[in-house]
């Protein structure tokens, strides 16, 4: 890493500063390497001020190279690198076709089997929009899913039973014009948007709602125009969420157990390539990209959608279970243009990264135990005491914290986990995880917080 001159790290989303932790920490030697721009789109914070601040501190600071990690800042990241030819780095156009959950399944998922979906144009009035709507929703069985055509982290997810529901999902989404944060501005200035006339416009996707337990999803990167894949996880849903409908990942495992079936795993990287070679000529390079596919019940998969980040949530696993594992190092040479070591698989070791969500609205302070989450290393908050927790109709309970957590099997794991989450939460009744600890100890878990602790 001695070649790095300064590395800017673009903080754009809260969620960020957690994926960067490791780097800001470092002793401060290291840590002048970096510099951090810790502003939030969600805040309010504009995305064409933030792209010309960093402009501004890639030129004042002589910085060579950049990270990102959330959706919208690899957006930003693409519209330096086209600024400044020595800036690794996708084009903004390749990065925004991942964003766009349209023009990625129309345009770039065309060749491969994906969940059935429709773009829904919110600029319209509501009876057209409810009309389009509603006629696919009964063509779809009675269960659709509704999302932002450009939202991020599972934002604004609403499964929808029957046309009251739809409706109400549909309203909302027209209405709530925070989750618009890439502005027309930006778009015009390093898109053509000529070519993607749904670029300017506030758009939701409706799918079919497929019930599976879990998503398998194939995280690979992009170096000098050629693929490399790293790994692939499963992330598995709770099976009994305490929210009526509600459909909640309960984390991830990595390696997925399809790794051990041949056929099977090459069918998810023989769609995985198809799909990045078509991203490649449009300029996606020097990044992350990771694909979430539905397992079928005859063996099968289909997409679901793509991300053109760094799969952050698992990283802290990542580099446990893999020799040459961690996805930050590997990040980091790829933005400076140096070898990089295929990660490889440990006999043996299997790595969970938990989830600890709420269905209930209120401060951190009152749903989360921060004395107990400082005792215990394997558990990063994600959230703050003095943070309002919002808990709104959609399919989804808010993260408030997340495990990282390493073993021989993931039963060893998801128990660990659980009591973790027993530990950490004051309200778990609120939390998809009780089911599951009623499942795995029993009757004891109803017990109150205080004898539930003194028995760990």
């Keep these: ?67 990102s990690a959330s959706d919208f800042a690899s957006l930003v990241h693409a519209a330096i690198s086209q600024t400044f030819p020595h800036i690794r780095g996708p084009s903004v156009e390749s990065v925004f076709l991942t964003c766009h959950k349209h023009y990625s399944r129309e345009l770039i998922g065309s060749d491969v089997q994906q969940v059935r979906s429709i773009v829904l144009d919110l600029d319209q009035n509501l009876g057209d929009i409810m009309r389009k709507a509603t006629e696919f929703y009964e063509r779809s069985g009675g269960v659709c899913c509704l999302k932002p055509a450009m939202g991020e982290a599972s934002t604004a ?7 009251e529901e739809l409706k109400a999902a549909v309203t909302s989404l027209k209405k709530d014009r925070r989750l618009k944060y890439i502005s027309e501005s930006f778009l015009k200035k390093w898109l053509d948007v000529k070519l993607y006339p749904y670029s300017l416009s506030h758009c939701a996707m409706m799918e ?20 490399a894949h790293a790994s692939v996880t499963d992330w598995v849903f709770h099976e009994n969420p305490p929210r009526e409908g509600a459909k909640s990942f309960a984390g991830g495992i990595t390696p997925s157990p399809v790794t051990k079936d ?25 990044q992350f990209i990771d694909f979430e596919f539905f397992p079928l019940p005859n063996g099968d998969f289909t997409l679901l959608e793509f991300n053109g980040r760094i799969q952050h949530d698992i990283g802290p696993v990542h580099r446990q279970v893999f020799e040459n594992g961690d996805l930050m190092q590997i990040f980091l040479k790829l933005v400076n243009g140096e070898n990089i070591q295929k990660p490889i698989q440990r006999q043996g ?26 005792k215990i290393p394997e558990v990063t908050a994600r959230c703050s005491p003095d943070d309002f927790i919002s808990v709104g109709e959609i399919m ?7 495990t990282a957590l390493t073993g021989s099997s993931f039963e060893e794991l998801r128990r660990k986990h659980y009591d973790i989450c027993r530990r950490i939460l004051k309200k778990p009744e609120f939390s998809s995880l009780e089911k599951g ?12 917080r205080q004898s539930q602790q003194s028995d760990l």
């Excluded at 997810?157 to 046309?163: D, E, I, L, Q, R």
């Excluded at 989804?396 to 997340?402: E, K, M, Q």
């Design 262 to 286: 041949s056929g099977r795993a090459g069918k998810l990287w023989e769609a995985t390539d198809i799909i990045v070679k078509k991203l490649i000529q449009k300029g996606f390079n020097d």
């Design 437 to 448: 600890c009623q499942e795995m100890h029993g009757p004891s878990s109803s017990k109150s």
């Design 157 to 163: 997810v609403y499964k929808v039973t029957n046309t």
């Design 396 to 402: 989804c309970g808010p993260l408030v914290a997340s």
């Design 1 to 67: 890493m001695s070649s790095v001159k300064k590395v800017l790290v673009l903080c754009a989303r809260k969620l960020d500063r957690l994926v960067f932790a490791d780097l800001d920490q470092l002793p401060s030697e290291e840590r002048e390497k970096y510099s951090f721009l810790y502003f939030y789109l969600e805040d309010g914070v504009d995305i064409d001020e933030y792209t010309e601040q960093c402009i501004e501190m890639v030129k004042q600071q002589d910085v060579d190279a950049v990270l």
């Design 208 to 227: 079919e709602f497929i019930d599976a337990s879990r998503t398998v999803v194939t995280t690979c990167y992009v170096q000098n125009d050629q693929v």
């Design 349 to 374: 070791v299997v790595g969970f990264c938990g989830y600890v969500d709420t269905y209930c609205s209120g401060k951190g302070d009152d749903i989360l135990d921060f004395g107990e989450v400082c």
